[in-house]
Structure formats: structure tokens, C-alpha cells
RNA sequence: GGAGUCGUAGUUCAGUUGGUUAGAACGCCUGACUGUCACUCAGGAGGUCGCGAGUUCGAGUCUCGUCGAUUCCGCCA
């Protein structure tokens, strides 16, 4: 098909072109129909640029007048400088006076208006989604998400990292997420498996002297879904040898600053700050704190405060080994009706109240547990929390854990409610010493943490012979996550090169000899002739977009994401097979009750 | 697997205590209009109230089930 190709973009042009003859391709996205003069806003990509159209031109009028919205147009004519200005848009300076048209494709009415601020559902948005990536606000992620790929390109490059390709058709491991399987046909009755990341191929780089991989990879878990969480999704994945935790730290936040400092023009620090995993769970109450919040509000453990105090709850639950912990929120009004949400808010986490402490401008202090409480530990809960005037202490009692976790969500909650979290921050933080095994009361048995590659802190190898759970559940790992505004970003460790730690560790988690051999025979294997001590992270590529583009979810960070119940509701997917393609496979379907 | 919210015109929503012909805005169609840029003005078309049962003389409205979207917990690095 023959058309006139345009000269320029539709966000390009403005009052130094005037007079200058060009030619426009885009869509039609609005028509304003004066009866004589003729309005028309044409978009692509780069932005939108008005055209003019005359009556005394008539065919050129009468094509225009039957444009409808989103129809595809090549326009020709002449830069010139509008009579008035449209200050909104790069191009309002100018126009073009319309020499030719052409239709190159009609529209039907699209069943939403492409617009910035969209009105439409996210189920619609979904189906007709590359109506909605027409949209100024979505493209935007898009171009962002391709600045990051680019920088995260180059400056592996320059540290020299070797990207390779690893498999999407892998052995299904167990461990961690739920595989999304994929039948053999050639292999009747056996499975591959799509990578939750390529962690075991990353490794066995490391035996091969690749000794500094990168890989940005898509990687699937088949598990339910959140906003932050699609069942396909992106990493920048990372491996390198002969390498100590800090070794990988310095190239990731060499690689923050470089995307922060392009994307953003902002100066990250050179170093981020660190934070224990023991000290995060106890003060912030996550392995994921949110730093961004004015006066950071750090949970205060009060066990040692309340003691030989008269209330029973507090008692009863230092009797049974127990905590009392609280934190503060600072010169707020606190009504009757928050605090009454506050505690419908701790209830559903199994509490049976909020205790709180409302420190008057009087001198007063209001509570429902200070007739419990003496002036001695009223004012050494102040002293605790420095609470002046008008703070409120809000207190929970329990098994520790649970406090810890409520109170931080109590935190993000108040920070939520009244506002505390500076939403122009970015807050880094790099969250170390996890645990390496997790212990499972239901189960009783033991799971990794991370996951099972990951090396002890040398000053716990020896617990690795223990048979002490409690002794077992103290080994903390050479393991980490990187925080940002509250979001894990990042997650690696240094890994285990050596196959008598290995086994050790198997041997915790319940996996016999002849098990690990089964699922891990190949990488233990490859560990034999001669691993070098390594270690990397996985970045969660989605969630970074994300936080660039000051989204909740990371959706629209994804051009064909899919639904919380894992469909794509534009092609349809997943959906029913030919009785063929299962016969081929050796699979019958069996209805699940 | 569990809890919450939502589902009414092409779209976003309103719809009183269960009661006559289910409304508005935007979009769409027709007409008028030569400096608009959310053009304006006049007129018009457009409804399986997600789907299925039930209660009732009568259901958009109440009950139960179901499907879909979404948020959170469990799950997941």
C-alpha cells in the first residue's frame, strides 16, 4: 500500500519549523468541528500535534469531516504559528494547515476514550489493552522500563558481566514456589518445568569460570498472585565468583545509582545502610521496613517497663513468655473512633485490644489500662518512647512474633491514615542475616528460608550438627534482601560451594542422600570438580518499574499482564486443548470436585 | 483455600422502605456554528440491571448459589 510516509513525529514539531512543508502519520484523537474551520488532534507516541483543515480545501474537508475517533491518517501540509497558543502541549505553538489526507485505516468507536485519565475498569482495560497502551501515561512506563533495561545492559557490560541465556525448559525442582509445569510429548508421562528463576543454571556458571553472569530473564511461580505479584515476571538476575556479600552489594548499588541518577536525576548514596534481619523484625515489626516515615516510629519493646505492674494482660502474657511492645504516634488527635478502628484492626490479627497511652497537653494521660499501671511506669513508658504532648503510645501484649508483626502493621496503617510516609523518598535498605531455616510447627520439620544453596555465617557452621531446634533456628545465613520504600527488590545470598555443608543442610531440611541426589544430582554433582565460593541476587525487575513510575501495582509496568486469577483477558488464555494435543501428550483431564 | 469491595446504557456512575415508563454525565448518530484545543448549541438512538435460583401480588433493590475484576491473609523470594 502506497502512502505518504511522515517526515516527523507528532511530538517534534514547533515554532522553528514554520513554514516548512511536512507530512504526519497517526491516530485520530479528537475532532473539533467549528461548521467551518476543522480541528484535528492527530497522536503517536512522541505526543499529539493539532491540524487545521479549511472549507476552501474541500475534498481534503469532506475526507476530514467523516474521521472518526482512533481512525489512521497520513496528513500533509504546512507548519504554521497558531492564532492562539495551547500552552498544555509542546507543540501548541503551532499547527498544520492540511494540503492532503489520506485514511489509511477507519476504527470502529473504541469502547473506552483513550484518554490520560482513564475512566474505564481494569477488566476492560485488560481486554482491549492495546487500546489502553495508546495511552500517554501507560507508554510512559514503557519508555522508563526500556531506559532500565538499557542502563542495566551497560553497566554490566562495563563491570564485565557475561549475559547468557538459560533454559526455560527445566528440571522441576522442589522447594519453594509451585512450578508451572509443561508436558513432554517425546518423554510420555514426564514434565519440564518453567524456571521460578534460573538460580541452579546461574551456579553451575560459576563451576564453569563464567565467574560474572547476568541475565535479565522471565521467570514464572505458580502461585496466587498480588498486586506486586504476576505468574510471569522479570528479574535481573545476577551471579558472581570468588565474592563476599560485600562484593555483591557494591555492584548493586552501583546499578541503583546509575538507574536513579539517568531515569530520575537523583544521587543515590554510594553505600546503603544496613539493617539486621533480628533488628528489622523487632523495631519495624517486617523483614521489609518502610523507612520513609516521619519520625520512623520504631516499635519499643516494654517488657522490662511493665513489669510488677497490676494489669492481668500484660502479666498473663509475660507468664507465658510473652512481650509487651508498642509504638508511638506523634502529636496526632487521636478520637474515640480511630482508636475504636485501631482495635478492630489489631483484633483481626487475634488480639483482643489495643492498649494506649494518650499523653494530654495538661500533663494528663489518658488510657483505659492506667489505673492498672503506677506513676513509676507511666513515666518510664514515657521516658521509653521520649513521648511528649499530645503522642499517643499504642501497646499490644503477646507471644513476641506477633506483636512484632502487628505493631508493624499498625505502623504502616497509622503512616497510611495520617499521612507520615514521604512519598518523594527513595529509602534503601539492606535487610542481612536471615535466618537459614525456617521451622514449621505443622510439619514439624525444617524449610530454607532462601532457599537451600544458601551458606551459614561461619560462626554457626558448627549448629549445622545440631539437633536442637531452637539451636538450629539461630544459624543466620549469608543472606539478604535489599528494601526499598518498603518493597523487596532484591534477594540473594552467598551460596554453598562446599558438598559437605551441602549435605548438612539437606539433612536439616529432611532430604535424604538418595532424595537430593534425585532432584539436585546434576548441580551437586557439578560442585564436585572444583566450585569456586560464589554468591548473587535476583532483582525484581517489575517492581523497580514500579516504584519508578509511582505505581502501586506492578500491571502496568507489564505491556500484557496477566489477572489475579492468572487469565489474560485479551487473548483469552489459559484455555481448553484439542482432544489431539492431549492424546499426543498422554494426558486425560480429570475434573477437579 | 479464607475475608472484604465491586458488577445497572458503548463507558463511568446514581437509583430512596421492594412499587407506574430504570436516570445523569461522557461517548455515539443527526443538524447548526470559521480559532477550537474537555469547542459550543439543539435534537436523537442506545438497557439480558453479570448469570442462575428463591422469597414476594410485585425484585436493579432482599436471600442463596455461581462467574468475573480487585484488595488483603494463607501461599510466594
Same mark, same amino acid.
Given at each position: 500500500?502506497?502512502?505518504?510516509?511522515?517526515?516527523?513525529?507528532?511530538?517534534?514539531?514547533?515554532?522553528?519549523?514554520?513554514?516548512?512543508?511536512?507530512?504526519?502519520?497517526?491516530?485520530?484523537?479528537?475532532?473539533?468541528?467549528?461548521?467551518?474551520?476543522?480541528?484535528?488532534?492527530?497522536?503517536?507516541?512522541?505526543?499529539?500535534?493539532?491540524?487545521?483543515?479549511?472549507?476552501?480545501?474541500?475534498?481534503?474537508?469532506?475526507?476530514?469531516?467523516?474521521?472518526?475517533?482512533?481512525?489512521?491518517?497520513?496528513?500533509?501540509?504546512?507548519?504554521?504559528?497558531?492564532?492562539?497558543?495551547?500552552?498544555?502541549?509542546?507543540?501548541?505553538?503551532?499547527?498544520?494547515?492540511?494540503?492532503?489526507? &489520506?485514511?489509511?485505516?477507519?476504527?470502529?468507536?473504541?469502547? =473506552? $476514550?483513550?484518554? #490520560? !485519565? %482513564?475512566?474505564?475498569?481494569? /477488566?476492560?482495560?485488560?481486554?482491549?489493552?492495546?487500546?489502553?497502551?495508546?495511552?500517554?501515561?501507560?507508554?510512559?512506563?514503557?519508555?522508563?522500563?526500556?531506559?532500565?533495561?538499557?542502563?542495566?545492559?551497560?553497566?554490566?557490560?562495563?563491570?564485565?558481566?557475561?549475559?547468557?541465556?538459560?533454559?526455560?525448559?527445566?528440571?522441576?525442582?522442589?522447594?519453594?514456589?509451585?512450578?508451572?509445569?509443561?508436558?513432554?510429548?517425546?518423554?510420555?508421562?514426564?514434565?519440564?518445568?518453567?524456571?521460578?528463576?534460573?538460580?541452579?543454571?546461574?551456579?553451575?556458571?560459576?563451576?564453569?569460570?563464567?565467574?560474572?553472569?547476568?541475565?535479565?530473564?522471565?521467570?514464572?511461580?505458580?502461585?496466587?498472585?498480588?498486586?506486586?505479584?504476576?505468574? &510471569?515476571?522479570?528479574?535481573?538476575?545476577?551471579?558472581?565468583? =570468588? $565474592?563476599?556479600? #560485600? !562484593? %555483591?552489594?557494591?555492584?548493586? /548499588?552501583?546499578?541503583?545509582?546509575?538507574?536513579?541518577?539517568?531515569?530520575?536525576?537523583?544521587?543515590?548514596?554510594?553505600?546503603?545502610?544496613?539493617?539486621?534481619?533480628?533488628?528489622?523484625?523487632?523495631?519495624?515489626?517486617?523483614?521489609?521496613?518502610?523507612?520513609?516515615?516521619?519520625?520512623?516510629?520504631?516499635?519499643?519493646?516494654?517488657?522490662?517497663?511493665?513489669?510488677?505492674?497490676?494489669?492481668?494482660?500484660?502479666?498473663?502474657?509475660?507468664?507465658?513468655?510473652?512481650?509487651?511492645?508498642?509504638?508511638?504516634?506523634?502529636?496526632?488527635?487521636?478520637?474515640?473512633?480511630?482508636?475504636?478502628?485501631?482495635?478492630?484492626?489489631?483484633?483481626?490479627?487475634?488480639?483482643?485490644?489495643?492498649?494506649?497511652?494518650?499523653?494530654?497537653?495538661?500533663?494528663?494521660?489518658?488510657?483505659?489500662?492506667?489505673? =492498672?499501671?503506677?506513676?513509676?511506669?507511666?513515666?518510664?513508658?514515657?521516658?521509653?518512647?521520649?513521648?511528649?504532648?499530645?503522642?499517643?503510645?499504642?501497646?499490644?501484649?503477646?507471644?513476641?512474633?506477633?506483636?512484632?508483626?502487628?505493631?508493624?502493621?499498625?505502623?504502616?496503617?497509622?503512616?497510611?491514615?495520617?499521612?507520615?510516609?514521604?512519598?518523594?523518598?527513595?529509602?534503601?535498605?539492606?535487610?542481612?542475616?536471615?535466618?537459614?531455616?525456617?521451622?514449621?510447627?505443622?510439619?514439624?520439620?525444617?524449610?530454607?528460608?532462601?532457599?537451600?544453596?544458601?551458606?551459614?555465617?561461619?560462626?554457626?557452621?558448627?549448629?549445622?550438627?545440631?539437633?536442637?531446634?531452637?539451636?538450629?533456628?539461630?544459624?543466620?545465613?549469608?543472606?539478604?534482601?535489599?528494601?526499598?520504600?518498603?518493597?523487596?527488590?532484591?534477594?540473594?545470598?552467598?551460596?554453598?560451594?562446599?558438598?559437605?555443608?551441602?549435605?548438612?543442610?539437606?539433612?536439616?531440611?529432611?532430604?535424604?542422600?538418595?532424595?537430593?541426589?534425585?532432584?539436585?544430582?546434576?548441580?551437586?554433582?557439578?560442585?564436585?570438580?572444583?566450585?569456586?565460593?560464589?554468591?548473587?541476587?535476583?532483582?525484581?525487575?517489575?517492581?523497580?518499574?514500579?516504584?519508578?513510575?509511582?505505581?502501586?501495582?506492578?500491571?502496568?509496568?507489564?505491556?500484557?499482564?496477566?489477572?489475579?486469577?492468572?487469565?489474560?483477558?485479551?487473548?483469552?488464555?489459559?484455555?481448553?486443548?484439542?482432544?489431539?494435543?492431549?492424546?499426543?501428550?498422554?494426558?486425560?483431564?480429570?475434573?477437579?470436585?
Amino acid at each position: 500500500m502506497n502512502f505518504s510516509k511522515r517526515t516527523h513525529t507528532c511530538g517534534e514539531l514547533n515554532i522553528k519549523n514554520e513554514n516548512e512543508e511536512v507530512t504526519l502519520n497517526g491516530w485520530v484523537s479528537k475532532k473539533r468541528d467549528l461548521g467551518g474551520l476543522l480541528f484535528i488532534d492527530l497522536r503517536d507516541r512522541y505526543g499529539i500535534t493539532q491540524l487545521k483543515v479549511i472549507p476552501e480545501n474541500k475534498d481534503i474537508y469532506d475526507t476530514a469531516l467523516k474521521l472518526g475517533q482512533e481512525y489512521v491518517i497520513s496528513a500533509s501540509g504546512k507548519v504554521l504559528k497558531r492564532e492562539s497558543i495551547n500552552k498544555n502541549i509542546p507543540t501548541g505553538e503551532i499547527e498544520i494547515e492540511l494540503t492532503a489526507i &489520506e485514511i489509511l485505516n477507519e476504527s470502529e468507536v473504541p469502547p =473506552f $476514550v483513550i484518554e #490520560d !485519565d %482513564v475512566k474505564a475498569t481494569d /477488566e476492560l482495560r485488560l481486554k482491549y489493552r492495546y487500546l489502553d497502551l495508546r495511552r500517554k501515561s501507560l507508554t510512559e512506563n514503557f519508555i522508563i522500563r526500556n531506559q532500565a533495561y538499557q542502563i542495566v545492559h551497560k553497566y554490566f557490560e562495563k563491570h564485565n558481566f557475561i549475559e547468557v541465556e538459560t533454559p526455560m525448559l527445566m528440571k522441576s525442582t522442589p522447594e519453594g514456589a509451585r512450578d508451572y509445569l509443561v508436558p513432554s510429548r517425546v518423554h510420555n508421562g514426564k514434565f519440564y518445568a518453567l524456571p521460578q528463576s534460573p538460580q541452579i543454571y546461574k551456579q553451575i556458571l560459576m563451576v564453569s569460570g563464567f565467574d560474572r553472569y547476568v541475565q535479565i530473564c522471565k521467570c514464572f511461580r505458580d502461585e496466587d498472585l498480588r498486586a506486586d505479584r504476576q505468574p &510471569e515476571f522479570t528479574q535481573i538476575d545476577l551471579e558472581m565468583s =570468588f $565474592v563476599g556479600q #560485600d !562484593d %555483591v552489594f557494591e555492584i548493586v /548499588e552501583g546499578m541503583f545509582n546509575e538507574i536513579w541518577k539517568e531515569i530520575k536525576g537523583i544521587d543515590l548514596p554510594d553505600k546503603f545502610i544496613r539493617m539486621s534481619y533480628d533488628a528489622a523484625m523487632s523495631s519495624y515489626g517486617t523483614d521489609k521496613p518502610d523507612l520513609r516515615i516521619s519520625g520512623d516510629m520504631k516499635i519499643v519493646n516494654l517488657t522490662e517497663t511493665v513489669k510488677g505492674s497490676e494489669f492481668k494482660v500484660f502479666n498473663d502474657a509475660l507468664e507465658s513468655g510473652g512481650i509487651v511492645a508498642g509504638i508511638k504516634l506523634s502529636s496526632k488527635e487521636v478520637s474515640r473512633k480511630i482508636i475504636d478502628g485501631l482495635t478492630d484492626f489489631v483484633k483481626k490479627s487475634g488480639f483482643g485490644g489495643l492498649g494506649y497511652l494518650k499523653f494530654n497537653a495538661d500533663g494528663t494521660v489518658q488510657s483505659p489500662v492506667v489505673k =492498672f499501671l503506677n506513676e513509676n511506669i507511666i513515666e518510664n513508658i514515657r521516658k521509653d518512647f521520649s513521648a511528649e504532648s499530645s503522642d499517643t503510645v499504642f501497646i499490644l501484649s503477646g507471644e513476641k512474633m506477633k506483636v512484632f508483626q502487628t505493631l508493624g502493621q499498625l505502623r504502616l496503617k497509622l503512616a497510611e491514615d495520617f499521612g507520615l510516609t514521604d512519598k518523594s523518598k527513595y529509602e534503601f535498605v539492606w535487610v542481612i542475616d536471615f535466618p537459614l531455616f525456617r521451622y514449621e510447627a505443622d510439619d514439624k520439620r525444617f524449610y530454607a528460608e532462601h532457599h537451600v544453596f544458601t551458606m551459614p555465617k561461619d560462626e554457626y557452621l558448627e549448629f549445622l550438627d545440631s539437633k536442637d531446634i531452637n539451636e538450629i533456628e539461630s544459624i543466620r545465613a549469608n543472606c539478604y534482601d535489599l528494601v526499598l520504600n518498603g518493597h523487596e527488590v532484591i534477594s540473594g545470598s552467598i551460596r554453598i560451594h562446599k558438598p559437605e555443608i551441602q549435605k548438612k543442610v539437606f539433612g536439616i531440611i529432611g532430604l535424604s542422600d538418595e532424595e537430593a541426589k534425585m532432584k539436585f544430582g546434576f548441580i551437586l554433582e557439578a560442585f564436585r570438580y572444583g566450585a569456586p565460593p560464589h554468591g548473587g541476587a535476583a532483582v525484581g525487575f517489575d517492581r523497580i518499574i514500579a516504584i519508578l513510575c509511582g505505581l502501586n501495582s506492578i500491571t502496568d509496568t507489564i505491556a500484557f499482564p496477566k489477572t489475579l486469577k492468572a487469565s489474560s483477558l485479551m487473548d483469552e488464555c489459559p484455555s481448553e486443548v484439542s482432544k489431539e494435543q492431549l492424546d499426543e501428550l498422554g494426558i486425560e483431564i480429570k475434573q477437579k470436585k
